[in-house]
């Protein structure tokens, strides 16, 4: 039993031992791919130096492997682009572009601006339209000590005729308009005079009383370096509307109202309310940073006035409340009196109350309420003040999200469903609530529902993260190591998974938290 029990625990050392050297060989991963990162973006910073066309004769390119070699559709030229050299000690890897003239039998190296990086053992064809195009497919790039690679799936094109570069990415934002003709079912493209929005996603469109066409906000995504994008909330209005005398003409103007504007979001809800005005409902207000994003989500309202170009915060007056009606014969008291008992020094002010709800999913919501002055001992209340039920009572509002879903009817504003983020948890909502926006008063839930009861698969991978963390955490305790370095792979593992949602990147949100 003895030397069993001396096999096992020395079974379990070897365990520990390769738990630890696996974790100091992800440690060193991580660590050269980020030098790997530094290393692209320091050739990338070269490229950008490029601002012109720059066409010189030369001699033949210096030796190199896996480039590619492609004929001109039209001229008399051979094209390459890229490839690799090992010296023994080296790896060197390349973007330069250089032609070869057959009649002339000359070379000349070509420097246009914004290339892709450098790489080797991409895919290249050419193809005669537009002037011709030399469409260059993925590749690799290795570090100088050849160790490092990293492996390319992005796609560009050369322009021939123009001479200019365009990464053709997996994403394409557009700023094209179309009409559709509901007498004739057929699909018509407008061409607006004046400059209108910048290509994006997400905006919201509604009708004006004059029959123009308003254009708000929306998204769009910008690589800033390899494998990372980072998005821009707009928040531009723009007006398109019909040209005067001109059947069938439509034109640009960019328009910036006055009043209380939204702040800056995505993902918002937008409906026509009966007296034409426009009216915007929550979204999720994006703090992006390189590897992270933390959102924060609004359940706010904000009305349009196309006819006076001014937006208007939506204020509810709150339940309307049974009032005491005065009694005829009753006797008016010294004005004196009455200055120290509302205006003196003993006055109370109004009582703002902050209470923080915590649902089972974690989610924490913290609501604010401004309550009237409580009554000081022995003064009457005041007949035309709410009563303490009254006043008090529970908030009744739609918790903030994105992505609802709204509609007007009957002079009622319907918000149906849409979703928010806690932690890396996404929460689908099904709720159902109404608004009489004729009164402004409050909210009436029709629907409710409770997040915490909504079923969530974590991903498997994450979950393998969380487990190979914990078992990391008790080798370093039993042998005697800090825990610091296994709590930093747990922070590395947090930021590391990536979920899409509508428009936008979210890498592990925050908890969303209204105020």
Known sequence: MGKKGKKEKKGRGAEKTAAKMEKKVSKRSRKEEEDLEALL?????????????????????????????????DKDELILFGGEYFNGQKTSVYNELYTYSIRKDAWTKVEIPNPPPRRCAHQAVVVPQGGGQLWIFGGEFASPDGEQFYH??????????????????????????????????????????????????????????QGSIVIYGGYSKQRVKKDVDRGTQHSDMFLLQPVDGREGKWGWTRINPAGAKPTPRSGFSVAVTPNHQTLLFGG????EEEESLEGD??????????????????????????????????????????????????????????????????????????????????????????????????VVEPSPRSNA??????????????????????????DLYCLDLHKMQEWTALVEVDPGAQEWLEDTASEEDSDED?????????????????????????????QETHGRAAPEPSTPCRT
């Not at 349009?304 to 009032?323: C, H, I, M, V």
């Open 284 to 287: 999720v207000c994006d703090q």
């Open 152 to 209: 390319y799936k992005d796609l560009w094109v050369l322009h021939l005729a123009t001479k200019t570069w365009e990464q053709v990415r997996d994403y394409i934002y557009y700023n094209d308009v179309y009409a559709f003709d509901l007498d004739t079912f057929t699909w018509s493209r407008l061409c607006p005079s004046g400059t209108g929005p910048t290509p994006r996603s997400g905006c919201q469109m509604s009708v004006t009383p």
């Open 470 to 498: 914990a078992e990391g955490g008790s080798d370093d305790e039993d042998s005697g190591d800090g825990g610091g370095e296994a709590g930093g792979e747990c922070g590395a593992h947090a930021g590391a998974g990536r």
């Open 297 to 394: 989500f609004l359940n706010d309202l904000h009305f349009y006035d196309a006819t006076r170009n001014r937006w208007f915060a939506g204020q509810l007056k709150g339940p309307k409340s049974e009032k005491k009606k005065r009694r005829k014969g009753r006797k008016a008291e010294p004005e004196g009196a009455d200055k120290q008992e509302r205006g003196g020094a003993g006055a109370q002010e109004p009582l703002e109350v902050v209470r923080e709800v915590v649902a089972e999913d974690g989610t924490v919501v913290t609501i604010k309420q401004v309550l009237a002055a409580p009554v000081p001992a022995g003064q009457p209340q005041s007949e035309e003040e709410d009563s303490p039920d009254e006043a008090g009572g529970p």
């Open 405 to 430: 879903m709204l509609a007007v009817k009957h002079g009622r504003l319907y918000l149906y469903g849409g979703m928010f983020e806690a932690g890396n948890r996404q929460v689908t909502l099904s």
């Open 41 to 73: 973006a320091h050739f990338q910073a070269l490229d950008a130096t490029k601002t012109q066309v720059v066409e010189t004769p030369c001699p033949p390119p210096s030796p190199r492997l896996h480039a590619s070699l492609s004929a001109h559709p």
